[in-house]
């Protein structure tokens, strides 16, 4: 679950490191021998939320030494095998799990087909496509549809909008507190602002000027806005040592530019905020 705002973060950071120290040695443990046991051969792997994890590494004093994997979901092609797969399951007729875009869904939506359609309007969380496929079979299904059209996808989107924006309002647990009332401040305007642009839109839901920039950078870190690093090339990262990167490259594009840093409000959330995509 998320944390808790109020709750003592660092103390809590400190017991889960803890924790990861004494997971490290539960196999070592294991894997000892004497006369009265045999060794065993044991894994153990400890699974924390990203936000967690950054707030664990912050209190670590050799973070360097904590051994972890990253799970991400950046290959399109791996969160269309999760939905396949899962569709290949419960249906047995089906031998190649690809036939169910030809055979349940339209052939376009908005010139994309309907597998590129669903990745490129979802945040990168394989429970994300999930939602949103079954939103739109719902609708379509509702509807008397015998195929999921291109409106049952729109319909569905607007739902899975919602979603996703409740779930990084969920997920603010270590961040700022009017988080809700700054969101829908972007209610209705263009997908690409200026940082003069976002910096208004904070003022008049009385952000203090000091404290805008670090709004901003929370926002990013939620991965609802992201920096634009190239022409037209917007990167979503909560990673802080990605996003740091990020902000380099923004940093130097602005200046070649003789401007200000450019942000895009990710497209999950336009649907349900009606973002203008110009």
């Given amino acids: 679950k998320a944390w808790d705002k109020e709750r ?12 990861l120290s004494a997971a490290a040695r539960v196999p070592m443990d294991f894997r000892r021998d004497d006369s009265r046991r045999d060794p065993v051969k044991v894994t153990l792997a400890v699974f924390l ?4 994890f950054h707030k664990v590494m912050d ?3 050799e973070p360097d030494k904590i051994r972890f994997s990253r799970i991400a979901w ?7 095998r999760v939905l396949e797969e899962r569709f290949a399951a419960s249906h047995e007729v089906i031998r190649n799990p690809s ?10 939506i908005k010139t994309l087909l309907p597998q590129d359609y669903f990745t490129k309007q979802v945040l990168p969380r394989p429970r994300d496509i999930l939602i949103f496929v079954n939103a739109a079979v719902t609708v379509a299904v509702n509807r008397g549809h015998g195929i999921v059209e291109e409106n049952d996808i729109l319909e569905a ?23 809700e009332s700054i969101i829908y401040e972007f209610v209705g305007c263009k997908a690409r602002l200026s940082s003069d642009e976002v910096s208004e839109r904070l003022t008049k839901v009385q952000v203090p000027t000091e404290k805008i920039a670090g709004v901003i950078d ?13 022409p037209e090339d917007f990167r979503f990262s909560e990673d802080p040592q990605e996003y740091r990167k990020n902000l380099v490259l923004a940093r130097k594009l602005a200046e070649e530019r003789f401007g200000g840093v450019r942000y895009m409000i ?9 973002v203008a995509e110009g």
Avoid at 12 to 18: A, N, P, R, V, W
Avoid at 157 to 179: F, H, M, P, R, T
Wanted: overall charge negative; glycine content about 8%.
């Fill in 59 to 61: 209190v670590a004093r």
């Fill in 8 to 19: 003592d973060i660092v103390s809590l950071s400190e017991f889960f490191l803890g924790l």
């Fill in 157 to 179: 989107e607007k739902q899975y909008s919602q979603y996703a924006l409740e779930s990084i309002l969920v997920e603010n647990g270590v961040g700022v507190s009017s988080l």
């Fill in 218 to 230: 929370h926002l990013c870190s939620l991965t609802f806005l992201g920096v634009e690093v190239g």
């Fill in 99 to 108: 036939e169910m875009w030809g055979k349940y869904f339209c052939p376009k």
């Fill in 74 to 80: 950046d290959d399109k092609q791996l969160l269309l």
């Fill in 266 to 274: 990710n497209r999950p959330f336009w649907a349900f905020l009606e």
């Fill in 49 to 52: 939320r990203s936000d967690i």
